[in-house]
């Protein structure tokens, strides 16, 4: 069980935000840890969305959002195309674990 | 463009070693935070460790007694050995490059994973 909580899944409309929650405590999120995101198509590994809570690597749309604040962190994708729908995860630090931890994950659905 | 590639065999028994291997090609393996991370069948993601400055390691306390994470500088590959391996060992197993700056530290290039199953 990881100390990052997400909702399992979510969904929207195409064109439509949906937003992704990544809920922690004072020993990761609340502690000062940066967040990260990454998205993971099926069958294929990771891929690197959101550092350091909201920034952006070169080449990602920028429909895709992080924001941090208190023991939460969350991303938003405006305008929600097919192409969206895949598995999200946040990362962080938790200084009780000792150790980087990843969320639960989320399937996002594109209606 | 940073490429990197997992290998290594897709079977192993009960309370064996699992060894696998990661090469890196299209950047220095000198720098960076080389890791390795894991998600068994339909699960999430699971941090195992990683080395940087040429030797120092830094492992997930949960497999910190069964983990080793060494680098070969001349061959641009990193390794990681997981001993007493159990069914729950089973998973895809991921290389891939962190970076530690000042955004904290983030992992940015993947390879492909290899799915390793540990039975008898």
């Known amino acids: 069980q990881s100390v990052l909580t997400q909702p399992p899944s979510v969904s929207g409309a195409p064109g439509q935000r949906v937003t992704i929650s990544c809920t922690g405590s004072?020993?990761?999120?609340?502690?000062?840890?940066?967040v990260h995101w990454y998205q993971q198509f099926p069958g294929t590994a990771p891929k690197l969305l959101i550092y350091?809570?909201?920034n952006r690597p070169s080449g990602v749309p920028d429909r895709f959002s992080g924001s941090k604040s208190g023991t939460s962190a969350s991303l938003a994708i405006t305008g929600l195309q097919a192409e969206d729908e895949a598995d999200y995860y946040c990362?962080?630090?938790?200084?009780?674990?000792?150790?980087?931890?990843f969320g639960t994950g989320t399937k996002v659905t594109v209606l | 463009q940073v490429h990197l590639q997992e290998s290594g065999p897709g079977l192993v028994k009960p309370s064996e070693t699992l060894s696998l291997t990661c090469t890196v090609s299209?950047?220095?393996?000198?720098?960076?935070?080389w890791t390795w991370i894991r998600q068994s069948p339909g699960k999430g993601l699971e941090w195992i460790g990683y080395?940087?400055?040429?030797?120092?390691?830094n492992y997930n306390p949960s497999l910190k007694s069964r983990v080793t994470i060494s680098v070969d500088t001349s061959k641009n590959q990193f390794s990681l050995k997981l001993s007493s391996v159990t069914t729950a060992d089973t998973a895809m197993y991921y290389c891939?490059?962190?970076?530690?700056?000042?955004?904290?530290?983030?992992?940015?290039?993947w390879g492909q994973g290899i799915l390793v199953s540990v039975s008898a």
């Open positions: 891939a490059r962190g970076t530690y700056d000042s955004y904290g530290y983030y992992t940015d290039y």
């Open positions: 299209g950047g220095s393996i000198s720098s960076y935070y």
């Open positions: 080395i940087y400055n040429r030797g120092r390691t």
């Open positions: 004072s020993s990761n999120i609340g502690a000062g840890y940066e």
């Open positions: 350091g809570n909201s």
């Open positions: 990362q962080s630090y938790d200084s009780s674990l000792s150790g980087y931890v």
